[in-house]
């Protein structure tokens, strides 16, 4: 499994991926899962990813493909897309078509492939937006109501973002929401791993901000992990009943 | 869906069912999914249910009919059993038997039923035991090293659980615990919800010791989820990232 979030704030989206995968549990391997395409200034596109990992490697390929096309168009390349909206319509026609592509090759197997994504971007003259791409290929939009996105074992870490993320909430403290939610996931379910990727991007910047990949024991992370616990405890004994 | 939850302590065990079922999302209805089975000071049982409320309701059924047969043994019923784990046994069968029977009633719906429970008891002279029963009948015990069980939505409420309860916690913190775990599932997931049934089984009473039914509104429950929620806000800013 996997646990990718992404929060859509006044002042700009922080996403926070990890990177663990897993065929079985005795075959576990490393594989980032976020990925930037970026034009600094102009455009920028942040995809988390969820699921098969044939089908998101193929599809961010794919998208890859037709960016570099000699006769890409507004059409086929996200890039080159008017919209934010039209970036996640040809991301969620491109994982569909994926999809339908690796189903046929495993209906023998009797096995199903499904992926998720969260896509988020600015461009130019455009405002933030950040899209759920289901596995069919449709989407849902981040709003005010609802400032957050999350794919894969989203239960575990999603009490602390109910709680905390409004649209006015600031982009540090956005960061340690994420993280936080991240560690609780991290504590409860072995399927989701270190390293993590950690993405800010500022609202009309149209490029990554901040990027920081997060190792297994990094020392500012684990201090922050300790201190949420031991503040939760703290807060545990002193709540009477 | 459910949340339904038992801790297995040193003082003794707590339990906490909520009692939203629903078939679909217009079809909501309150049911008890805690069930005691008691002869005081000889030996006490609960049992919490997640599931198929058809499942449920026909496996206890029959569990009392079990009981009060003429001719109930120690091999049908679960107060006459020798051990807990013959109860354990005994629920076990029961549940599968039942769902056997209602799944060939559904095969033609294509439609699975399914359900799980959590068996709490002790008999005069035995220990406190603690069992999770799948829906095929055979189960886990909680140990020391994780003293609770969990059924239905079981991953928001998870993470405080991880984190606070080991075997030595006080019943009182104990209540404090699965109340809060209840809390952040109530607030994450709409198929959970209140009023909610606590049960407190003091070891060697063989009796419940303290129930207690908690209304939507319940103010000492409200308090105490606004003063979690301050706490956890204020924790939250205190943390540096």
């Given at each position: 499994?996997?646990?990718?979030?992404?929060?859509l704030?006044?002042?700009?989206?922080?996403?926070?991926?990890?990177?663990?995968?897993?065929?079985?549990?005795?075959?576990?391997?490393?594989?980032?899962?976020?990925?930037?395409?970026?034009?600094?200034?102009?455009?920028?596109?942040?995809?988390?990813?969820?699921?098969?990992?044939?089908?998101?490697?193929?599809?961010?390929?794919?998208?890859?493909?037709?960016?570099?096309?000699?006769?890409?168009?507004?059409?086929?390349?996200?890039?080159?897309?008017?919209?934010?909206?039209?970036?996640?319509?040809?991301?969620?026609?491109?994982?569909?078509?994926?999809?339908?592509?690796?189903?046929?090759?495993?209906?023998?197997?009797?096995?199903?492939?499904?992926?998720?994504?969260?896509?988020?971007?600015?461009?130019?003259?455009?405002?933030?937006r950040m899209f759920?791409?289901?596995?069919?290929?449709?989407?849902i939009e981040a709003t005010d109501d609802t400032p957050f996105l999350?794919?894969?074992?989203?239960?575990?870490?999603?009490?602390?973002?109910?709680?905390?993320?409004?649209p006015?909430?600031?982009?540090?403290?956005?960061?340690?929401?994420?993280?936080?939610?991240?560690?609780?996931?991290?504590?409860?379910?072995?399927?989701?791993?270190?390293?993590?990727?950690?993405?800010?991007?500022?609202?009309?910047?149209?490029?990554?901000?901040?990027?920081?990949?997060?190792?297994?024991?990094?020392?500012?992370?684990?201090?922050?992990?300790?201190?949420?616990?031991?503040?939760?405890?703290?807060?545990?004994?002193?709540?009477?009943?």
């Amino acid at each position: 499994m996997t646990y990718c979030v992404g929060l859509l704030l006044n002042d700009g989206m922080v996403l926070l991926s990890d990177t663990r995968t897993n065929a079985g549990l005795d075959n576990i391997a490393t594989y980032r899962k976020m990925f930037v395409f970026e034009d600094p200034g102009e455009r920028v596109i942040a995809v988390l990813t969820a699921g098969s990992l044939s089908v998101t490697q193929t599809t961010i390929a794919r998208l890859r493909e037709a960016i570099d096309e000699p006769d890409a168009d507004a059409g086929s390349s996200i890039m080159l897309a008017p919209t934010m909206l039209k970036v996640a319509e040809i991301i969620g026609n491109t994982l569909a078509s994926v999809r339908q592509d690796i189903d046929e090759k495993m209906t023998a197997a009797k096995v199903s492939t499904s992926a998720s994504m969260i896509v988020a971007g600015q461009r130019a003259g455009g405002a933030m937006r950040m899209f759920l791409i289901y596995p069919e290929g449709n989407f849902i939009e981040a709003t005010d109501d609802t400032p957050f996105l999350q794919i894969g074992e989203h239960k575990y870490g999603k009490p602390i973002l109910d709680r905390v993320v409004k649209p006015g909430t600031s982009l540090s403290e956005a960061q340690k929401a994420v993280l936080l939610s991240m560690d609780s996931t991290l504590r409860s379910n072995l399927s989701v791993g270190m390293p993590l990727d950690l993405a800010v991007i500022e609202k009309d910047a149209c490029r990554v901000t901040t990027r920081r990949r997060i190792e297994a024991g990094d020392p500012q992370f684990k201090a922050m992990s300790e201190a949420w616990s031991v503040a939760l405890r703290e807060s545990f004994t002193q709540i009477s009943i």
